[in-house]
């Protein structure tokens, strides 16, 4: 099977930069998704790896190593509005999909 | 574009009860999924479907069952409530060529009690 693991919480100060740690363990997948969840919202996409390397979207960027099994998703400039719970997730060849347990994200004045 | 609804937005259901979650889609997407959310976990998918008539089982398929018979629409059944249903359930969407963006519903708290 697939398993997914993240840091449960992670608490950062307006303006700062924070980073979200994925690793995973699975025999094969697509590529590595973030996605962002407010309290009482929908998961909405941030950021997609298919190949090693970082993806640049904005204040967000994604990084993917396959050798290490592991991403991270990295937020500058935090705002208070970041303060949210971020998941990463794995996709499959099948077309299906499995996600972390999710890290909440505090932002501080 | 709507993009993806989900109907009801809450329900309280009794054990043994059966109802329906409705989702629908109006971007023409293939690939259409459900996913419950459990208080401080992330997303387990239930079952997803690459096409009209085509259905498959995702991570928790126990007591759900799918149809496809629209592009538009992917509803939910619920054969016989029982506690440990209650969740959050959400819908998403995406085209098939893509490995990228789901779109997701609002979603549907459900209480079984």
């Known amino acids: 099977g697939q398993s997914l693991e993240q840091p449960s919480e992670v608490t950062a100060v307006e303006g700062a930069i924070v980073q979200i740690n994925c690793t995973y363990q699975t025999s094969g997948f697509y590529g590595l998704s973030w996605y962002q969840q407010h309290d009482g919202g929908a998961p909405t996409f941030l950021s997609y790896n298919a190949l090693d390397g970082l993806e640049e979207t904005g204040r967000f960027s994604s990084f993917l190593s396959r050798s290490d099994s592991y991403g991270y998703l990295l937020l500058q400039e935090l705002q208070m509005k970041d303060s949210a719970s971020y998941f990463c997730a794995l996709g499959n060849y099948g077309q299906n999909f499995v996600f972390g347990p999710g890290t909440r994200l505090s932002v501080l004045p | 574009n709507a993009g993806v609804t989900q109907t009801p937005k809450f329900q309280v259901l009794k054990t043994g009860q059966s109802m329906t979650l409705q989702c629908a889609q109006d971007m023409n997407h293939e690939y259409m999924s459900w996913y419950r959310q459990d208080p401080g976990m992330g997303l387990r998918l239930i079952h997803y479907s690459v096409g009209a008539g085509i259905t498959d089982q995702g991570e928790v398929p126990n007591g759900y069952n799918v149809s496809r018979s629209t592009t538009e629409d992917f509803p939910l059944r619920l054969l016989s409530a029982a506690p440990s249903q209650t969740s959050v359930y959400f819908c998403?969407?995406?085209?098939?060529?893509?490995?990228?963006?789901?779109?997701f519903g609002p979603g549907t708290r459900l209480l079984v009690l």
């Open positions: 998403a969407s995406k085209p098939s060529g893509s490995q990228e963006t789901q779109y």
